[in-house]
């Protein structure tokens, strides 16, 4: 698989690059640092993905940006990499033409994660085809749909067990268990915390204006 990240430096273009080889390890990454020779790259090569982190520079600027996906978003999957990805963000990105927003948290989380997002990413664009048969709002109510059926599905058991083995690590305190047994209940408490930060994640993706409300701000 090829893969381009355009970075507005080579230092953050060389992490981005390093993270999608681990994530995927039959990737090859190609760093470019402008939207001119990502321009280059694109009409000369075929690639799986394209990785914008388009930063503050100069030579970023909105025409030679916008002109970037507007040219290549019918092509390439383009996943936007930013340091924070409100809801706005989001919502805005997909409507601009990008599959997927990655930031820091994301980029954070491990080389699986972030492998299956990325391929995630591009199976979304071989569904949808160089055709719009399905447009960017649909997308959006069908994720919000989705997004909403898995929290409520697992916060709930989650909050349970969660609820259960704080209980138990309080008596085994007062009644002085033993190690043995009160370690693996830590490892469930811990998973429990752990399941529980990545369902905060799907809040924002909840909370996704619904259909009439992008269109009213279009």
């Known amino acids: 698989m090829n893969f381009m990240v355009v970075a507005q430096d080579e230092a953050r273009g060389a992490s981005l690059s390093g993270r999608v080889e681990a994530a995927l390890p039959t990737a ?4 470019v640092l402008s939207a001119a020779e990502a321009h280059v790259f694109l009409s000369a090569s075929t690639f799986d993905a394209v990785l914008l982190a ?8 909105d025409e030679t940006f916008d002109a970037l996906i507007k040219q290549w978003a019918d092509s390439v999957p383009l996943v936007l990499v930013t340091a924070v990805a409100n809801t706005r963000t989001v919502v805005e990105a997909l409507r601009g033409g990008f599959v997927d927003v990655l930031d820091r948290s994301d980029l954070s989380r491990s080389p699986q994660e972030l492998g299956m997002r990325m391929l995630a990413a591009m199976q979304q664009r071989a569904t949808r085809g160089d055709s719009h048969s399905a447009s960017t709002l649909d997308r959006l109510t069908e994720i919000r749909a989705k997004a909403s059926k898995v929290y409520h599905d697992v916060n709930n058991p989650l909050a349970i ?4 083995a704080q209980l138990f690590l309080e008596l085994s305190s007062i009644l002085g ?5 009160v370690q693996p209940v830590r490892d469930i408490d811990a998973a429990s915390a752990r399941m529980a930060e990545l369902l905060r994640g799907l809040i924002d993706i909840k909370q996704l ?10």
Do not use: K, Q
């Open 28 to 31: 090859n990454a190609t760093v």
């Open 54 to 61: 388009p930063g503050v520079s100069a030579a970023w600027d």
């Open 161 to 164: 067990i969660s609820g259960n």
């Open 177 to 181: 268990a033993d190690e043995d047994l």
């Open 209 to 218: 204006a619904s259909a009439e409300t992008v269109t009213e701000r279009a």
